[in-house]
């Protein structure tokens, strides 16, 4: 079993930067894929960064290359998502995801088993 939890949303306006946090508990954390992904009202999940298991290997939606980085810190068992350059346009509940099945990048959601709750990332224009 494992337990998500993310933190660090908020508002800021279109421009700023926000970062993310989502503190994991559980099964090893260190050996498996981990993701951000978000939903926007009305709109299904979306896929937005994923991570391996040591931190060596990233990919990232083409909406947000360039602006967003994703990490992890394996002795904290702390997965991030710096965002910078945010559009109106993120605004979406974002959620951390865990793939203890995969230990390389995985962008599709189904390839996740375990979900954090979701924090709110608001950008105004």
């Known amino acids: 079993q494992v337990q998500l939890v993310e933190s660090g949303g908020g508002l800021v306006q279109a421009g700023g930067s926000l970062g993310l946090s989502c503190a994991a508990s559980?099964?090893?954390?260190?050996?498996?894929?981990m993701g951000w992904f978000r939903q926007a009202p009305g709109k299904e999940r979306e896929f937005v960064a994923t991570i391996n298991w040591s931190g060596s290997s990233t990919y990232y939606a083409d909406s947000v290359k360039g602006r967003f980085t994703i990490s992890r810190d394996n002795a904290k068992n702390t997965m991030y998502l710096q965002m910078n350059s945010l559009k109106p346009e993120d605004t979406a509940v974002y959620y951390c995801?865990?793939?203890?099945?995969?230990?390389?990048?995985?962008?599709?959601?189904?390839?996740?088993?375990?979900w954090g709750q979701g924090t709110q990332v608001t950008v105004s224009s």
């Open positions: 995801a865990a793939s203890t099945t995969y230990s390389t990048v995985r962008r599709y959601k189904d390839m996740y088993d375990y």
């Open positions: 559980g099964r090893t954390f260190s050996s498996y894929a």
